[in-house]
């Protein structure tokens, strides 16, 4: 059985949009949603306010409470029966992340065993034979297929397959067999 | 550079010890300390005194007062010259020991990385040359060499390569070039 890696922030989970509703709130900026969605938050905001997003990152809680991005449950759930799924996370750089992203599995992923979820740093450790990741850094690092999940960091990559949703990574890896299930 | 992904619970940490000190502190048992070092736990202790024994696992605070095993730091940071270390520990099984693992790292191997960290289920997922790791069904999974560190709960196995302390895998590992550095 072929095995799959899934990267959480940005691919299970809509972190992105957490940050862009934070953003709006709490933050004095004139940037509206659509400019937020259009670029990384590196790069649209000022240092001082990109310091202060990677401040929210580090805030206990803050991993707990994110949005499941759109069909993520339904495809995992029917990409399981063909392929052996592993959660992969670089979620060694914030310490309070790690029980608010094994809860927020426990939540929304509880069919994923514990024995299939990493949370690591670097992803060169994860041994698979797809990744389906964000960030074009961790499929560089990795050593099997990497899949870019379409993100507003990464639209300018071509280095990777890139998938736009959750629907499009069913009909890459299900294609017709998702007719039988 | 090759790598080589080192366990935490055994290998790195006496947590063997440790738990042999709360059993015959707070258990009532005849078995001695010898008794206790001479095989695995599971198959001295009554079953109701084992579940004790994973209750205590469960403990939030538990993996973080280990103490380091004889020799480790040393031979670990000597190892860091040579080949890439990442560390590699089982934690998923138990939700509370994931912030423990990550601040005992910080105490006593604040030399390795977060991006070298790794906590998590099957070991399938480890990606390295080489595991040193005490549980025969960690070094079944994994698909580099396996090195079986030695430690009460495997004394019977012969299917790996031994080793019997710190000591030895620096020797293993190092060999002459130990006198380089």
Chains 1, 2 share one sequence.
């Not at 992803?123 to 499929?139: C, G, M």
Request: glycine fraction near 4%; charged fraction near 30%; aromatic fraction near 12%.
């Amino acid at each position: 059985m072929l095995r799959i890696a899934l990267d959480m922030d940005d691919v299970l989970a809509d972190t992105h949009g957490r940050l862009v509703e934070i953003i709006l709130r709490d933050f004095d900026t004139s940037l509206t949603e659509k400019d937020l969605n259009g670029a990384s938050l590196r790069s649209l905001l000022h240092p001082k306010q990109y310091k202060k997003v990677v401040s929210v990152l580090n805030e206990p809680g803050f991993f707990r409470d994110i949005p499941v991005m759109k069909d993520a449950v339904e495809v995992v759930k029917e990409l399981s029966g063909y392929y052996e799924i592993f959660v992969a996370s670089a979620a060694m750089e914030f310490r309070n992340s790690l029980i608010d992203k094994y809860d927020w599995l426990d939540e929304h992923f509880p069919f994923i065993h514990w024995k299939n979820r990493v949370l690591c740093g670097d992803k060169s450790i994860v041994k698979a034979d797809y990744l389906i990741d964000d960030h074009v850094f961790n499929l560089v690092n990795f050593s099997g297929k990497g899949i870019l999940f379409n993100a507003p960091h990464n639209l300018e990559d071509t280095r990777f397959d890139r998938v736009m949703s959750w629907k499009e990574v069913g009909e890459r890896f299900l294609g017709n067999s998702r007719e039988r299930v």
